[in-house]
């Protein structure tokens, strides 16, 4: 006949499971997804400031970046306002974990845009609009009347993307940074899974 376990069983057990619990938040966020908070409002009115998304890590081992995609990447090095962190080791492991379930608020060391140009592409911003390789660039995602503030002809290189924020007069994107690399990607947002009432595939 099997026993109840006793209490001091239970408390033995609870920062085992803690553990574990953390052990494989870090392996998912690391290897497989992680949600994401949404800290600007670069990419309204598809994402407002506060909505949880979830980021697939694996998108890009199945296919490159595609024009239209949503990417979370990490903010290249001319725009970093935070220092390097001098936390310890475990610090960072459980602040990476509640960051990745989405409790946490990131810090800006990464950013969430759009893909819109692609290496070997030629993007311009003119007359309100974005043109690539000389074609006026149909963008359905953004709300009727929206205008891009023109931008020089520039030629993304390879190995490269060129990403702006749908919220096109205030996004610090592409047109202030430059070009991103593939590299510095994180994944792709797939889902939008906060709040509850705007759940959907993005």
């Given at each position: ?9 239970v408390?033995r057990?609870?920062p ?11 392996l ?7 949600a ?9 009115p598809q ?37 390097p962190?001098?936390?310890s ?42 043109f690539v ?17 023109d931008?020089?002809p520039?030629?993304?290189p ?6 702006m ?5 205030n ?9 991103i ?8 947002a ?13």
């Open positions: 006949m099997e026993t109840a376990p006793s209490r001091g069983q408390a057990e609870i085992l499971l803690l553990a574990l619990a953390i052990l494989i938040a870090f998912v966020k690391t290897f497989l997804a992680q994401f908070f949404i800290p600007s409002g670069s990419m309204i994402l407002d400031v506060g909505d949880r998304v979830v980021v697939s890590k694996l998108a890009y081992d199945l296919h490159d970046p595609r024009r239209g995609d949503i990417v979370v990447f990490d903010a290249p090095p001319t725009v970093r306002a935070t220092p962190s001098h936390e080791g475990a610090r960072r492991a459980v602040r990476g974990v509640l960051q990745s379930i989405g409790v946490l608020q990131p810090s800006t060391e990464e950013y969430i845009k759009r893909v819109v140009g692609l290496p070997g592409e030629t993007v311009l911003g003119r007359n309100g609009h974005v390789n000389g074609r006026e660039l149909v963008e359905p995602y953004l709300p009727a009347g929206v205008a891009t503030s931008f020089p520039v030629t993304v390879k190995g490269d993307l060129w990403v924020g749908d919220n096109r007069t996004s610090s994107d592409s047109r202030v940074f430059g070009a690399k593939e590299s510095s990607v994180v994944g792709r797939i889902l939008r899974v906060w709040p509850g009432s705007r759940t959907a595939f993005l």
